[in-house]
């Protein structure tokens, strides 16, 4: 893949603390470089994806995680500012982060942009299970937005497909808006 991209997204990630964030963000980046907002106390990497819709779309993604930073009124404006997804994390073995889903999910909608797409997932890495499957996905319904499970044995796999299908909504969603105002031109 070349270095030309016909998109830049911004993701950010939210959840708990040990809900696998920052894990999950490795698994993805792999061998690519990371950068530090040290400023702001979050760091983000980048990474070059290709989405196939209709033709192919080279979508740069800027990645941010915090930095330990997960008490709520740490997270600064700065870290939503221009985000055009949300990976919003559960650890499925702890009820406190998934009561704090809630909590998060306003904070998006106070910071973020209406249409910003939020894909909750359900993070397994241990034993011990008190966050069920039903729980999750009606929390999803409930809040318009998609939601995925990942564990142990398949975020290798999966954590690409996740990225995936967050990006796909958001180019979508681009491509409509840039249709319409073509439309209106
Ligand atoms: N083996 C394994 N450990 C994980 C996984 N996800 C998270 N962990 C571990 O759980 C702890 C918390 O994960 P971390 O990504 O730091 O959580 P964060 O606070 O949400 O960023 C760390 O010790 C991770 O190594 C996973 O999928 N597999
Ligand atoms: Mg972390």
Redesign the pocket.
Same mark, same amino acid.
């Given at each position: 893949m070349n270095n030309q991209f016909d998109y830049l997204y911004k993701l950010v990630v939210v959840?708990?603390?040990? %809900? $696998?964030? %920052?894990? =999950?963000i490795n698994k993805f980046r792999q061998a690519e470089y990371t950068q530090y907002g040290a400023t702001i106390g979050v760091e983000f990497c980048t990474k070059q994806i290709n989405i196939n819709l209709e033709k192919d779309y080279n979508v740069k993604l800027q990645l941010w995680?915090t930095a $330990?930073q997960?008490k709520i009124q740490a997270i600064t404006t700065a870290y939503f500012r221009g985000a055009t997804g949300i990976l919003l =994390?559960c650890n499925v073995n702890d009820q406190s982060s998934f009561e704090k889903c809630n909590v998060y999910l306003k904070q998006i909608k106070d910071y973020c942009n209406e249409n910003i797409k939020v894909m909750l997932i359900g993070?397994s =890495?241990s034993s011990g299970r008190v966050v069920q499957t039903d729980k999750l996905v009606q929390f999803a319904e409930q809040n318009n937005i998609m939601y995925t499970e990942i564990?142990?044995q398949n975020?290798t796999e999966k954590c690409d497909a996740v990225i995936q299908r967050l990006t796909q909504s958001i180019l979508q969603q681009s491509l409509e808006k840039a249709k319409k105002e073509k439309q209106v031109e």
């Open positions: 959840g708990a603390q040990k %809900t $696998g964030k %920052t894990y =999950f995680d $330990g997960e =994390f993070n =890495f564990n142990e975020i």
